[in-house]
């Protein structure tokens, strides 16, 4: 309807005003040296122009929708990524104490197989068993896996500042 007046050969729409409506459109359109008519296609297109279809109206509720899905996404996120962190932690503090653990049967065996009366071959074979399993559970936590352990770490290191990364530009 842009750049054409309307007039009796327009398009017609009969519509029922709630009550007192019409005395309001009246005093508008005398406000504003309009007739009804006139004053009534001026608020439909203000109203249009504003933003105010229907089409509209739902797409904005959409919107807002997903960014309360957005904003709840991101806190979600942050809880998750506080979890791994908090993972890191214990499994770094959980390593060092099978480290130590497995420091402190190495030091009971060496005890036990260097006692001033021999133990018998059977308990030899149990501290033998021992010694060998703890030497296996510190080397598989200290040195011997030290670069993947610390690879492993880098690449959730990674992980997390691409996802602090993309949080900052989904904040702007």
């Known amino acids: 309807m842009v750049g054409k007046q309307p007039g009796r050969g ?9 009550d007192g409506m019409r005395d309001r459109i009246k005093e508008s359109a005398e406000r504003n040296g309009r007739s009804m008519n006139a004053e009534i296609v001026a608020m439909l297109e203000t109203a249009e122009l504003a933003g105010g279809t229907l089409e509209a109206a739902g797409l904005r509720a959409l919107l807002a929708e997903e960014r309360k899905a957005s904003v709840r996404a991101i806190e979600l996120i942050d809880q998750q990524m506080e979890m791994i962190r908090s993972s890191q932690a214990l499994t770094r503090r959980a390593s060092v104490e099978v480290v130590q653990h497995a420091g402190i049967i190495i030091s009971l065996c060496d005890i036990l197989e260097n006692l001033d009366e021999a ?3 059977e308990v030899l074979d149990v501290v033998k068993r021992l010694r060998a399993g703890a030497e296996l559970s510190k080397a598989s936590h200290e040195g011997t896996n030290k670069p993947n352990a610390k690879e492993e770490l880098r690449k959730v290191d990674a992980a997390i500042a691409k996802a602090d990364e993309l949080l900052k530009d989904d904040e702007d």
Do not use: C, E, G, K
């Open 10 to 18: 327009s398009d017609q729409f009969p519509l029922r005003l709630p």
């Open 119 to 121: 133990p018998s071959q």
